[in-house]
């Protein structure tokens, strides 16, 4: 298959199948200083575009042949990009599968672009930083890409979508990982109220000579985003720790930032984890799922 790889296990949002929509090469307004895909010039414009019923052809092909949860919409470069997104969200969309897309959300402030994806299951974009200083510096944007209208975007967008909307920030060591712009980027994400925060760092070999954080700085910086369902995926052993919290004190920092299943197991120690096992059988707690992720909320 030319446009469809998977399904392949997410730790964000389950079985996934994927589409690529530009598998013979990277077509992006960005060129990331993280990107797992070559250096390239960012460009605007798609060229020579797939069509639309080749790859649904595919698509139907993999759904009689395969299990998954979810059918992603992806890019080697940018998905929304490509001329005739609009008119492959139509079709996917008869299919009866849920749909998700993976924006670097260069395009979000486009009314059209927003009349698509409010079409979508789950929106996921990314805002790796606010300040444009920093955007420039990590996202390495086409000319005339600006992030106040990237931001004034995303605002826009949530008001007329009601689904799951995810933002990401990835971290860059040296970049965007100071609290000061974790601030700012906390600021920003109270307009937005996105239904869930991503905060992950490099993950595979990037493009350029730059450098993941300790996952347990990810965690410190995450204490910078307030009342956010926040995820942060990781493989690795967690160091950070909270410990010998009062029932108090618990139901006061859930109802601050809810916690997912993991967080609970990998940062509470056995105390605080035993209250945490009480507050749900006086049935404090409620449980929320955002894309696949099940979170941890106080109720008062």
């Not at 080749?54 to 990009?81: C, H, M, Q, R, W």
């Not at 975007?153 to 008001?159: H, L, N």
């Not at 493989?235 to 950070?240: N, S």
Request: some cysteine; proline content about 5%.
């Amino acid at each position: 298959m030319k446009y469809i790889f998977g399904p392949v296990g997410s730790r964000r949002f389950g079985m996934s199948l994927g589409i690529d929509l530009s598998p013979d090469k990277k077509r992006c307004n960005f060129d990331c200083i993280y990107c797992e895909l070559e250096p390239a010039k960012p460009i605007t414009i798609y060229d020579n575009p797939l069509k639309v019923q080749d790859i649904l052809k595919e698509v139907k092909a993999a759904i009689n042949k395969y299990s998954f949860d979810i059918l992603t919409i992806t890019s080697n470069g940018e998905p929304t990009l490509y001329p005739y997104l609009n008119e492959l969200i139509d079709e996917l969309k008869k299919l009866d599968k849920k749909l998700l897309i993976l924006s670097n959300s260069s395009t979000i402030d486009n009314s059209k672009i927003q009349e698509a994806l409010k079409k979508l299951d789950i929106v996921k974009l990314s805002l790796d930083a606010v300040t444009p200083e920093v955007f420039k510096k990590i996202d390495r944007p086409h000319k005339s890409m600006k992030i106040e209208n990237i931001i004034r975007g995303m605002k826009e967008f949530r008001k007329i979508y009601d689904k799951e909307l995810i933002i990401e920030i990835l971290v860059v060591k040296g970049i965007n990982d100071k609290e000061e712009e974790f601030k700012k980027l906390n600021d920003v994400l109270k307009e937005i109220k996105p239904d869930r925060v991503d905060i992950s760092t490099i993950d595979r070999p990037p493009a350029y000579r730059v450098e993941r954080v300790d996952i347990n700085r990810l965690f410190e910086l995450s204490k910078f985003i307030e009342n956010q369902n926040i995820f942060i995926p990781t493989r690795e052993k967690i160091d950070f720790k909270i410990e010998n919290l009062t029932k108090e004190e618990l139901l006061n920092t859930l109802k601050k930032r809810p916690f997912t299943e993991s967080d609970i197991k990998n940062i509470f120690d056995e105390k605080t984890q035993r209250i945490f096992n009480d507050l749900i059988k006086e049935n404090l707690i409620e449980e929320i799922w955002v894309g696949g992720i099940k979170f941890y909320k106080a109720l008062i």
